[in-house]
């Protein structure tokens, strides 16, 4: 079974060819962050423009790459959301002029369920239950997932998403957009223990999270060294930026663990690719006997193999998509 992926929800456009579910034929993205670097963020028209004029030559390179013709595929898998209208509207419609022209199933995607499934791509379907904690631009989440295809919610930001808030902080500091990459890179060299920043939410005996009193506490560091005429240390702040987010993710993801009595942890989202949680997550995790799936690199940012993974899955077991379906930015995890 031949399933093609296609995911632009946000910033990157994505195709993917995947065989039988869990076989990477083709997984090409178009980037266009040199786009959006000197607003310090993503706009949502030009997103939606440059993802117009990337998909067709991306389709048709993932098609030449793989030797294969639109007559060879048995489905088509696209992101309906959450995530940019506009952006989201572009894949749909190609997808939906895909399957219409070729008479392969359509089978809409959440993007956040997606997201964990990059592990599926690496590590085959682990059974369920277990928990996700799904970290990217716009979502930071922990789901519990006790039956394939069904999620339970057990906490989420009342605020920023991680990535977001490794953005903003990156964008204060001068390190450029995005700002989570560079921001680990400059962390690399810093001591997390360099600046006194809070845990919010550590104690607080939810699962929720939130970023802004930490975001607060970066930006009062930088005032207070510049007003006493100090240059901020850029490697030591990144370095306990980075830490204080770690921590909270790790004591809240272990805690998320314990209370479902789960033994398996999944991990995805574009924050996923952070070298320092990636590390504490799995340290964590095997210290109190959890088994932890972390996504190779690629696959944690956005990109349309975990899409076509998770649409072979549902085309696989009847589900079919209308040829009428919205994007939705809002896009609740199936319960
Ligand atoms: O999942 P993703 O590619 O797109 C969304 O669905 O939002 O996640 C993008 C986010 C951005 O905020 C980016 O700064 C962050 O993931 N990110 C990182 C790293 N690489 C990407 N954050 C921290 N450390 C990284 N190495
Ligand atoms: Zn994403």
């Known amino acids: ?13 994505a195709i993917a060819i995947v065989e039988d579910g869990f076989t990477v034929r083709a997984n090409l993205i178009a980037r266009q962050e040199h786009l959006h670097e000197r607003f310090g963020g993503v706009v949502p028209e030009v997103a939606a423009r440059a993802h117009v004029e990337a998909l067709n030559p991306l389709l048709g390179q993932a098609l030449e790459a793989t030797g294969l013709d639109f007559g060879d ?3 088509v898998a696209v992101t309906v959301g959450p995530g940019l209208v506009g952006a989201l509207l572009v894949g749909m419609a190609a997808a939906k002029s895909v399957a219409l022209a070729t008479g392969a199933p359509l089978i809409g995607i959440n993007h956040l369920e997606a997201h964990y499934w990059a592990n599926f791509l690496e590590y085959g379907a682990p059974d369920p239950p277990y928990v996700a904690l799904i970290v ?4 930071t989440m922990l789901v519990h997932v006790p039956a394939m295809f069904r999620h339970e919610i057990l906490g989420q930001t009342l605020d920023d998403a991680a990535g977001e808030a490794f953005d903003k902080v990156a964008r204060l500091l001068g390190l450029g957009f995005p700002g989570g990459p560079a921001l680990d890179a400059a962390a690399q060299t810093g001591d997390p223990q360099a600046v006194r920043l809070p845990r919010a939410m550590e104690d607080s005996g939810d699962l929720d999270f939130s970023m802004s009193g930490l975001k607060t506490a970066v930006l009062r560091h930088v005032q207070a060294e510049r007003a006493a005429g100090r240059a901020i240390d850029i490697p030591d702040l990144a370095a306990s930026f980075q830490e204080a987010i770690v921590d909270v993710q790790v004591t809240k993801t272990l ?9 398996r942890v999944l991990l995805g989202g574009g924050v996923v ?16 006997g959890l088994e932890v799936l972390v996504p190779p690199l690629a696959l944690c ?25 919205a994007a939705d930015p809002n896009l609740p995890l199936a319960t």
């Open 73 to 75: 595929l048995d489905g």
């Open 301 to 325: 940012t956005d990109n349309a193999a975990m899409v076509a993974c998770l649409g072979t899955a549902r085309l696989e077991r009847g589900e079919r998509t209308g040829l009428d379906i």
């Open 136 to 139: 990217s631009g716009g979502h």
């Open 1 to 13: 079974m031949i399933t093609l992926g296609i995911e632009t929800s946000c910033d990157e456009t």
């Open 255 to 263: 805690e998320a663990a314990r209370r479902t009595g789960v033994a």
């Open 273 to 288: 690719a952070n070298t320092r949680l990636r590390e504490r997550l799995q340290g964590a995790g095997t210290a109190a």
